[in-house]
């Protein structure tokens, strides 16, 4: 179906919670202004947290003198590495590489040294000014080839510790800056590259990007001795919960953490961010803390992992493509973060969707001394689809083979195996190309400036297949379910609420789903790789289920019938001319003016250990194709038009899909042309602020912008559903990169601003100049 | 130092002495308790603090408390239960133009005073009039096609 409108036709799809648009459970609180975010709430007592970052990348820490801060109006702690001796200061899921402040060392420009708690923010803010740091400078290596290079400093010399949730395995030892590799080799490289009748090689480069969701990081933390309750604007509060009660050495249930509504996420609130601090100063300080950061400090807390890439493609003569070898190296900046997970994921995105005699990939994550990297909504995927899919489409340009030909010959086809060992692959790729070539008029003619690409590509989704969930039902029937997905803009509560009213068949608004609160809601894995709809919403479908089960029991006594004889209706069942509603099967269970029906729900792996090897949960197809403009005057591009495809398996909510793809083709737009986070050979970030760097706004839309969602129940969600949301991310900047090379400008650098493409049109004509003389 | 201040907030009348240096974004958030009024970028750039002082839609972040002195500030606790926001409401659902909501506000406040001209612009003016307001979720696509159902139901309708 084609969601070209963005708002619901008058008739409903289907009469059931499943597969029509419901209008979002969240959408009038959060419309009507009084949506709470964390910065919004104001717990007694509570003090506010400034943080003093260190101005230089790389430095010994001779001496940090708090004294004229602590004796400030208003101040009421200071928070240094002294104060952390009793406790083993050091988190990070994949390398437990990092102090909550910086202890002897900083290692990136922006690293948090101190943190003062005072009565207003005012007085924390100027009280973080009046703590005096000596700084002994240290070499740094800002960048990857400073860091790779012989004899570079190294950022971390300390023996490597592995995290506590990173699923990688055993990790292998760190050489240098190079704290993770991955890699594999398939077939025999060297003879398909003998065999080929076309090569096609190049040097890539990707750049570091500012997830940016609007509310910046911000935690309230509240250190007390029987319990560390923290409300955070974080993704993963179950995993924040065992990092902190790690840090802290408390039991997971003396740790509570609460999520309100989060302003955006895309992958920023992933993990631990600023929890450890607010925790720790909140310890020294007796009371509540709020740290909110502020937009630079938010760009140096996680961002986008830069990368530079070497690929080779080799093709036959008939458009078979025969063979991909693959170098990258991926900068994760100081401290590791999510960096081991992003560069297992860009290797396995590095081949493409597509069969090959022979592959090799070699993936390294390094440290710098710039702002950590982590997660940003379709890591690894959307590094290298670009890179793959241009090669390709540079395959074809030289055999004269159409470019959607040349795919469709070599896309791998349903129950084919993508990596070894892995989850065969689960969706109809031709066919979703196929769709996204039609959707921007593939076989139209085309003016001279203008060009048209598509791109496929798949993305590993779903991590870890651990999810748990309970639904209760009430005496007057209405259902609340509990589950740790967090609301972060997706849609995740009306979704949920949806998959149980269908399985309960009750009224969509009489299903309410709360904020997490770890203390109450059943654990969940995580809120990201486009897991929840999949993972957590089985876990409903399941708690649902139990729930449903309960009152067919009853109904079965009450009503003198079989079950399998019973009709269920919304919110009743019913046999023959009998009804009876939910409310009053609850009652009968209980005898009582009263009670309360339970389900849980929970999902694991249902085969081996759920490792990332044994994956992926589903799939996720990442399509799209676009049609751009280029000034040849300027080098400034335009995007005329885009089509996105969401293989979904099925819909649970089509309008929420298509603001998934559209959201994902503005963030894709973004990153293809303009969104770079610069810094200087000393390691300090420039464009530090909105103002310099830029977001797209509503003059970067395309003229138009279309979203197919295909529902071939493929998925291994309920009611066949998979997820969505990233794909399209790691599609659109493939789509443009290759419709601006139809345009006759050929790219290897993102973002493609204005000055690098006329820079590469100036080389074209001089290359052409040349061949001609 | 303080300065003295006389405004109207959300039609209540403000009498009292503001720090001189503080913000018309704390200055609501923290003084009045008007959360709905969000901080994000802090340099005028992302448009999710907007508040409309005499009708004309600024960003609070960089804008100084003292200087309402004499002026009428509405956020949007002040326009809950008019037709505006009725309307706004209903538009945004249908085209689910709302995903964090952490935009919202400032985007609403906005297309207030679009709406109060009583104009009639196309798409394309529809987004220079709302470049100043920043949206990581949706895309746009949906808050533009509210917006334009709004001008439209709002054309001639009372204030």
Not at chain 1, 234 to 243: M, S
């Amino acid at each position: 179906m084609k969601a070209d409108v963005t708002a619901p036709p008058s008739a409903h799809q289907s009469s059931g919670a499943v597969g029509r648009i419901v209008e979002r459970a969240d959408g009038r609180v959060k419309l009507a202004g009084q949506a709470e975010f964390t910065g919004d709430i104001s717990v007694p007592r509570m003090l506010h947290g400034a943080v003093l970052r260190s101005p230089v990348a790389h430095a010994e820490v001779l001496a940090v003198d708090v004294r004229a801060a602590e004796k400030l109006d208003g101040v009421i702690a200071v928070l240094t590495a002294g104060d952390l001796a009793d406790i083993d200061p050091f988190y990070g899921h994949a390398l437990r590489d990092r102090p909550i402040v910086a202890i002897d060392r900083v290692r990136f420009a922006g690293e948090p040294v101190a943190v003062v708690a005072a009565e207003t923010q005012a007085a924390a803010d100027l009280a973080v000014t009046l703590i005096e740091v000596q700084y002994g400078a240290l070499p740094v290596a800002a960048s990857l080839e400073a860091a790779l290079a012989p004899e570079a400093p190294l950022v971390h010399e300390e023996p490597a510790r592995p995290g506590s949730a990173h699923g990688l395995g055993p990790l292998p030892e760190r050489e240098g800056n190079i704290c993770y590799r991955y890699g594999f080799e398939r077939g025999d490289l060297e003879r398909a590259f003998d065999q080929a009748a076309v090569v096609v090689e190049g040097e890539y480069s990707f750049p570091a990007v500012y997830q940016y969701s609007m509310e910046t990081h911000t935690t309230i933390a509240d250190y007390r001795a029987d319990e560390i309750i923290l409300w955070s604007s974080c993704q993963h509060p179950f995993l924040v919960r065992q990092e902190i009660a790690a840090l802290f050495a408390r039991p997971l249930d003396q740790v509570r953490v609460i999520v309100p509504f989060l302003g955006g996420g895309f992958g920023s609130k992933s993990y631990t961010k600023m929890e450890p601090i607010a925790a720790a100063v909140s310890r020294k300080a007796g009371r509540p803390v709020r740290i909110r950061n502020s937009v630079d400090e938010s760009m140096v807390t996680t961002r986008r992992h830069n990368m530079r890439c070497r690929m080779r493609t080799a093709a036959a003569a008939d458009g078979t493509l025969l063979g991909r070898d693959v170098d990258l190296w991926l900068d994760t900046g100081a401290y590791a973060d999510n960096g081991p997970r992003v560069t297992a994921t860009a290797a396995d995105a590095a081949p493409g969707p597509y069969r090959w005699r022979a592959v090799k990939v070699g993936a390294d994550c390094v440290y710098t001394n710039t702002g950590p990297a982590g997660s940003y909504r379709a890591f690894g995927a959307t590094h290298l689809q670009w890179i793959g899919e241009s090669q390709v489409d540079e395959v074809a340009r030289r055999l004269a083979i159409d470019r959607l030909d040349i795919r469709v010959r070599n896309l791998l086809r349903p129950g084919e195996e993508v990596r070894p060992g892995g989850k065969p692959l689960d969706a109809d790729l031709v066919g979703d190309v196929q769709q996204a070539a039609a959707a921007i008029g593939w076989d139209r003619p085309r003016t001279a400036r203008r060009g048209r690409g598509i791109s496929v590509g798949l993305l590993a989704a779903g991590a870890h297949p651990v999810s748990t969930a309970t639904v209760r039902m009430a005496a007057d029937g209405g259902v609340t379910v509990l589950v740790g997905t967090t609301e972060a803009g997706q849609g995740a509560r009306t979704v949920m609420a949806q998959i149980a009213a269908e399985v309960l068949r009750a009224p969509v608004d009489r299903v309410a789903v709360r904020s997490t609160d770890t203390r109450y809601t059943p654990y969940d894995r995580s809120t990201g790789a486009s897991r929840s709809t999949t993972v957590a919403g089985m876990a409903v479908q399941r708690a649902a289920q139990a729930v449903l089960d309960a009152l067919i029991e009853t109904a079965s006594i009450r009503l003198e019938t079989p079950p399998g004889q019973l009709r269920i209706e919304e919110g009743a069942i019913r046999s023959g001319t009998r009804s009876v509603t939910h409310s009053e099967l609850v009652r009968a269970r209980f005898g009582f003016d009263g009670g309360e029906l339970l389900g849980t729900g929970r999902v694991q792996p249902e085969a081996g250990t759920g490792s990332y090897a044994e994956g992926p949960v589903f799939w996720e197809v990442c399509v799209a194709g676009a049609e751009v403009e280029v000034d040849k005057q300027t080098g400034v591009v335009r995007v005329l038009q885009t089509a996105s495809v969401a293989d979904v398996g099925k819909a649970i909510n089509p309008q929420l899909v298509a603001r998934q793809d559209e959201g994902a083709t503005l963030q894709g737009i973004g990153n293809a042309l303009f969104e770079e986070m610069r810094y200087t050979a000393d390691g300090i970030l420039m464009n530090n602020t909105l103002l310099d760097y830029r977001i797209p706004s509503f003059e970067d839309m395309p003229t138009s912008m279309s979203c197919t969602i295909v529902e071939n129940g493929d998925g291994p969600g309920p009611f066949g559903a998979k997820g969505c949301g990233e794909g399209v991310l790691a599609a659109i900047p493939a789509a443009i990169v290759n419709a601006l090379a139809d345009a006759g400008v050929p790219m290897n650098v993102l973002p493609l601003t204005p000055e690098r493409v006329w820079r590469r049109i100036q080389e074209l004509e001089q290359e052409t100049e040349r061949e001609r003389t | 130092m303080s300065q003295g201040v006389s405004a109207i907030v959300n039609g209540v009348p403000f009498e009292g002495a503001v720090p001189a240096n503080e913000l018309l974004l704390d200055f609501l958030r923290d003084q009045l308790g008007l959360t709905s009024v969000k901080q994000s970028c802090e340099v005028e750039v992302c448009g999710t603090c907007t508040v409309l002082v005499d009708g004309a839609p600024v960003s609070s972040c960089c804008f100084l408390a003292c200087d309402i002195d004499g002026r009428r500030v509405e956020t949007l606790e002040g326009i809950a239960g008019t037709p505006f926001q009725r309307c706004a409401i209903d538009a945004f659902m249908r085209h689910a133009a709302v995903q964090c909501g952490f935009c919202s506000a400032g985007m609403i406040l906005t297309v207030k005073a679009l709406a109060d001209r009583r104009v009639q612009p196309s798409p394309g003016e529809i987004s220079q009039a709302m470049s100043g307001n920043l949206c990581r979720c949706t895309g746009y696509r949906s808050i533009r096609d509210a917006i334009i159902e709004i001008l439209r139901q709002r054309e001639g309708a009372p204030e």
